[in-house]
């Protein structure tokens, strides 16, 4: 497994239930991006790991959402009590700051897409 | 306020021409600008991208090309293929933040006609 896998790929719920999507960042890598994605618009940053300190947050992050990566591999973002607007595209990526010498990209994986009814 | 602008919600384009997308920023603390090419139900795939201390980048077929004064970069891509229809979207960051969060365009469908 070389690339940033997600889970579910796609989920669908009701209005005010929990729901809690994992990402696992390519093995190597120690930054990990959520961002989220609504139609029509580019991907949006939500939060951002390095290692398993959560160093920053958007104000798009509302007190509902939470996300963690406990030992500085695998991330978890929860959103509790799910609104209709939380319907989007969930995408996580990854990437290093080790001094690879690459192109300081970020790789995405496939995305989580939410339907809240 | 939308810091990344890609104007042009769609191009058409026929297969053997140059493509070329445009992309304007307005936050002159980005140092680095990306562009991802992205596929119906995948995620973002990086194609290219350029520093603030260079005016142009060349990957095979595709070319970005940095105007920083102007604050606008532009990708062509010479020849258009039909497997480079897809959603483009440029994205920019600051790398001496530490965080480097990518604030990306709304995106550009590009279509090549076969």
């Known amino acids: 497994d070389t690339g940033v896998s997600q889970d579910p790929r796609h989920k669908i719920t009701k209005r005010g239930q929990n729901v809690t999507f994992r990402c696992d960042p390519i093995?190597?890598?120690?930054?990990l991006y959520w961002y989220r994605q609504t139609l029509g618009q580019g991907p949006e940053f939500l939060t951002y790991f390095q290692n398993e300190a959560q160093l920053e947050k958007s104000r798009l992050l509302s007190d509902r959402f939470s996300a963690e990566r406990p030992k500085g591999s695998f991330s978890t973002l929860e959103i509790q009590r799910t609104e209709q607007g939380d319907s989007a595209m969930y995408l996580c990526?990854?990437?290093?700051?080790?001094?690879?010498?690459?192109?300081?990209?970020?790789?995405f994986g496939p995305g989580t897409r939410l339907t809240v009814l | 306020d939308q810091q990344v602008k890609q104007n042009s919600p769609s191009l058409s384009v026929q297969e053997g021409r140059i493509s070329i997308l445009n992309c304007d920023y307005t936050n002159s603390m980005f140092d680095y600008f990306l562009w991802y090419k992205k596929y119906p139900a995948e995620g973002p795939t990086f194609l290219i991208s350029i520093s603030s201390i260079k005016d142009k980048n060349e990957d095979g077929r595709f070319t970005v090309f940095l105007n920083k004064s102007a604050k606008h970069l532009s990708l062509h891509i010479v020849p258009s293929q039909p497997g480079d229809s897809a959603v483009y979207f440029c994205a920019a960051t600051d790398l001496n933040f530490g965080n480097e969060k990518l604030t990306f365009g709304t995106g550009t469908r590009l279509t090549i006609i076969p």
């Open positions: 093995s190597e890598h120690n930054r």
């Open positions: 990526a990854s990437n290093t700051n080790l001094g690879t010498g690459g192109n300081n990209e970020q790789f």
